[in-house]
C-alpha cells in the first residue's frame, strides 16, 4: 500500500502545478499572449537547458547507449504505427484519423517525461532521462508533420525536415552537452551556474505554463476520446514496458523509458492539428483528459514495476 501512495504522491506533485496553472487562465490572471510567450520560453530556454545540465552532469560513458536509443526509437515508431492503424479503423473521417493518430501517440516528455523520472528515481536518472529526451522529441516532431502532410496531400522536403531538426533548441542544447562530455572540457564555474539557475526554474515555470495552455472542447466524439486514451495511457506504456523487461532493461533506463511513453499527450500536440486542420475537438479534450487519466494509470504502473523489483 506504501508503494501505491507513493507512487500517487510522485504524480499528484506534478499534477497540482499543472493545476494552478489552469487556475490561473481561468481566473485570467495571464493573458493568452502571456501563455504564448511563456511557452516560446520554455521550448527555447527552460527545457533545453535542463536538458543540457542533465547530460553535462550525467555519467555519460554509462548513460550514452547506442542499443537503448535504437530501442525506444524503436519503440516510438511502433506505437506511432499502431496509432495510424487504429486511427483507420475506428473512422473514416481523414480529420478525425489525423488527430487522432497523432494525439494518441505523442507524450509529453520534455515537459511532463523528465520531472517524473528525476521524481521517481533522483538524480541518477537525469542523464538517460535527458538523452532519451532528446532522441524521441524530434522523432515525434517528425511523425506528426509526416503525417499531418500525408492527410493534407501534401510531399514533405526532406531537406526541410533535416533542417528544422536541426535548428530544434533541445538537439542543439544535447548536441553541444555531447561535445563537452566527449572531448572533456570543463565549463567556468560562473557560466555553469548561471545555465544551471534557469534548469532549475524547468520543472515548476513548464508546468504552469503547461496547466495553462490547456483548450478545453468537448464535442468529440465520446468513443474516440476513450480509444486514444486507453491507446496513450495504458496500451503504449504496458506494450512498451513488457518489451523492455524483458530484454533486460531495469533500474535508471526502464525508469526513463516509462516516464518517456507513460506520459500524457504532448499539449503542442493541439497547435499542430490547429496547423493542419485536423480535428480540434478530438486532439483537446485528449490531451485534457490524459492529464486526469494519468492520475490512475501513473501511480499503477509506477507501483506495478517497483513491486517488482526492477527500479
Not at 46 to 67: C, M, R, V
Not at 135 to 158: C, D, I
Not at 258 to 266: E, G, I, K, N
Request: proline share 4%; net charge positive; aromatic share 10%.
Amino acid at each position: 500500500m506504501q508503494v501505491i501512495l507513493t507512487s500517487f504522491r510522485i504524480v499528484a506533485e506534478l499534477l497540482i502545478l499543472v493545476g494552478i496553472g489552469m487556475l490561473l487562465k481561468q481566473k485570467n490572471i495571464v493573458s493568452a499572449q502571456t501563455v504564448r510567450e511563456m511557452n516560446r520560453l520554455v521550448m527555447l530556454i527552460f527545457i533545453p537547458l535542463n536538458i543540457f545540465t542533465s547530460i553535462y552532469n550525467s555519467d555519460f560513458e554509462t548513460d550514452f547507449d547506442g542499443g537503448y536509443i535504437l530501442f525506444i526509437l524503436a519503440m516510438g515508431i511502433l506505437s506511432c504505427l499502431g496509432g495510424v492503424l487504429l486511427a483507420r479503423m475506428l473512422t473514416k473521417k481523414q480529420r478525425e484519423q489525423s488527430a487522432f493518430a497523432q494525439v494518441s501517440v505523442r507524450p509529453n516528455d520534455g515537459i511532463f517525461g523528465l520531472p517524473l523520472a528525476h521524481s521517481i528515481y533522483g538524480a541518477p536518472v537525469d542523464g538517460v532521462a535527458a538523452i532519451s529526451c532528446a532522441f524521441l522529441a524530434p522523432f515525434f516532431n517528425f511523425f506528426a508533420v509526416v503525417l499531418f502532410e500525408s492527410y493534407a496531400g501534401g510531399k514533405v522536403a526532406p531537406g526541410k525536415m533535416i533542417m528544422k531538426i536541426i535548428r530544434n533548441p533541445i538537439i542543439i542544447a544535447s548536441v553541444i552537452a555531447i561535445a563537452i562530455k566527449i572531448i572533456n572540457i570543463q565549463l567556468p564555474a560562473v557560466l555553469f551556474n548561471s545555465i544551471n539557475y534557469l534548469s532549475r526554474g524547468c520543472t515548476g515555470v513548464s508546468l504552469l505554463v503547461l496547466g495553462t495552455s490547456f483548450n478545453f472542447r468537448n464535442d468529440a466524439s465520446k468513443k474516440l476520446i476513450s480509444l486514444g486514451l486507453i491507446y496513450k495511457m495504458a496500451i503504449i506504456p504496458v506494450a512498451v514496458l513488457v518489451v523492455s523487461i524483458l530484454l533486460g532493461y531495469r533500474n535508471v533506463q526502464l525508469v526513463a523509458i516509462l516516464a518517456m511513453f507513460a506520459s500524457p499527450c504532448a499539449v503542442s500536440a493541439y497547435s499542430m492539428a490547429s496547423g493542419y486542420d485536423a480535428d480540434l475537438d478530438l486532439t483537446s479534450s485528449i490531451v485534457v483528459y490524459s492529464y486526469l487519466v494519468c492520475l490512475i494509470t501513473l501511480p499503477i504502473i509506477i507501483s506495478a514495476v517497483r513491486l517488482l523489483g526492477l527500479i
